[in-house]
């Protein structure tokens, strides 16, 4: 293989790529063509799409390629399994610079597809442009499979609110990587390569999920777009969050309360929804708050009963 993308060439670059690449047998006509062929049994398609931006969402000095690969992924699919579906395929919008090592994309790919391969889906095509920044730009696919999608917008008074997944942890690894340190090794993993429960999101729906959201810009601003679509408020009960041990360590080591991270750190991608009283949960979803009337402040999420006075959650336009 040549050193850089640009010995390699677009076309060349597009082939050693897929050459990677599985299927599943939900794709019926993969990379090769003007564009791939998907089945949809449903005939209803779950689309998303994100983007990933060298220095905005990762850095190459604390991610190999291969973890971005996965992260890309992994944010991507979170949002279709938020929405009571199924992963089915993924496709890959790619910025590079010519300079760039061509075992840079291709450990990307890896990581892409080995994510996939967890969440049962394939990467069936996609673009590569020369940049100056590199950019990892995603388009998810997923199938309902007969379920009505589980929106922002139906949670009702009386509901429970409970979550599945990790909380936080993306946040406190950040924050060792932040001060030159590589450990606690799973919290940077946990940075590094998030692991959502893709189960939990079609699962969910059958439990008679009434809205969802995955946790990928922090528990309460997620939490708070349910609440507004639903015109509800939302009480978090900060002592049934579960705050691991070693996370107060870190916080205690840096100066930083880990309810924060919890409340307010994303790209864990846990999922989070409300459900009818009644609803008999899996030991894997935990109760953490109840839906409240939105009364006359309007609807908001509180935490303990007061609105949360600390920074929020991500916003790529924020400060």
């Not at 089945?39 to 850095?59: C, M, N, Q, W, Y």
């Not at 609110?161 to 001060?179: D, E, K, M």
Request: overall charge negative; charged content about 20%; some cysteine.
């Amino acid at each position: 293989m040549k050193g850089t993308v640009g010995e390699l060439g677009e076309f060349g670059l597009i082939r050693e790529l897929t050459s990677r690449l599985t299927a599943t047998p939900a794709v019926r006509l993969g990379p090769g063509d003007d564009a791939a062929v998907v089945a949809a049994p449903d005939r209803r398609v779950v689309a998303s799409t994100d983007v990933l931006l060298e220095g905005r969402h990762f850095r190459r000095d604390w991610s190999t390629a291969y973890d971005v690969g996965r992260k890309a992924a992994a944010q991507n699919l979170a949002d279709i399994a938020a929405m009571g579906a199924v992963p089915t395929a993924l496709l890959l919008g790619l910025v590079v610079p010519a300079e760039l090592p061509a075992t840079w994309p291709m450990e990307l790919m890896d990581g892409l597809r080995d994510e996939c391969d967890v969440a049962g889906a394939a990467v069936v095509g996609g673009d590569v442009v020369r940049g100056e920044t590199i950019t990892v730009a995603i388009t998810a696919l997923g199938d309902l499979r007969n379920r009505q999608p589980v929106t922002r917008s139906g949670a009702r008074p009386g509901d429970m609110v409970a979550v599945t997944g990790w909380l936080g942890w993306s946040a406190a690894g950040f924050a060792v990587l932040s001060r030159g340190f590589r450990s606690p090794r799973a919290f940077v993993e946990a940075h590094r390569r998030p692991e959502p429960p893709y189960h939990a999101g079609p699962a969910a729906a059958d439990l008679g999920a009434t809205a969802m959201t995955d946790v990928s810009d922090g528990l309460v601003a997620d939490l708070g777009h349910i609440a507004t679509a639903s015109g509800v408020r939302i009480d978090l009960k900060s002592g049934d969050i579960d705050v691991p041990a070693q996370m107060k360590d870190i916080g205690q080591a840096v100066g930083v309360d880990p309810l924060q991270w919890v409340l307010t750190g994303g790209e864990d991608h846990a999922i989070v929804a409300t459900f009818p009283p009644d609803a008999k949960l899996p030991a894997r979803w935990r109760v953490i708050g109840e839906v409240l009337a939105a009364g006359t402040a309007g609807p908001q999420v509180t935490v303990d009963g007061a609105p949360w006075e600390r920074a929020g959650g991500f916003d790529h336009f924020g400060e």
